[in-house]
């Protein structure tokens, strides 16, 4: 089993039955689009966003940096916030992290998990292949992601 620091990654949640770590990464130029996310406390918020699919595992961890030029919070998506199971519907959900704007604050924000692709044409999501979620970027920013499970 890999390590990090020392530490097995199993301990992280990200040991796979053979023991590998599934590795995803790419860039995003973020566009003018918009689409509401919803906060753990059932109200709503506007962001730009991340779309990525085509990967060749179901992510358990998600983060999203923005250009150091922003000094913005990444986003961070974690399965095991919940351990939600994903279903057909969507109707199972974990969170994901992100700057609230509201003097710093950490807002959590639901994030739906699908078995087959993203359905919901709003909120975050994250499918056998794909992922939908916020970012606090402008348009044009270039952000990077990375993947695991």
């Known amino acids: 089993m890999p390590t990090l620091d ?34 753990e406390s059932n109200t709503v918020q506007t962001y730009r966003y991340v779309l990525a699919g ?15 030029s922003q ?19 969507g109707t199972n959900y974990n969170h ?8 710093g604050q950490i807002i959590a924000y639901r994030t739906f998990e ?5 359905q919901s044409a709003s909120y975050a999501g994250v499918s056998d292949d794909s992922f939908i979620l916020p970012v606090d970027a402008s348009a044009g920013d270039v952000v990077t992601w990375e993947a695991y499970g």
């Open 6 to 39: 020392d530490f097995s990654l199993d301990n992280f949640g990200l040991g796979g039955a053979d023991g590998k770590v599934n590795y995803a990464s790419g860039s995003y130029t973020v566009t003018t689009a918009t689409r509401t996310f919803l906060r």
């Open 54 to 68: 085509g990967l060749p595992f179901r992510p358990k961890k998600i983060i999203i940096r923005v250009p150091p």
């Open 71 to 89: 000094v913005l919070m990444p986003t961070i998506y974690d399965f095991n916030t919940r351990k939600a199971s994903p279903t057909t519907a």
């Open 96 to 103: 994901c992290f992100l700057n609230g704007g509201d003097f």
């Open 114 to 118: 699908y078995i087959n692709g993203i």
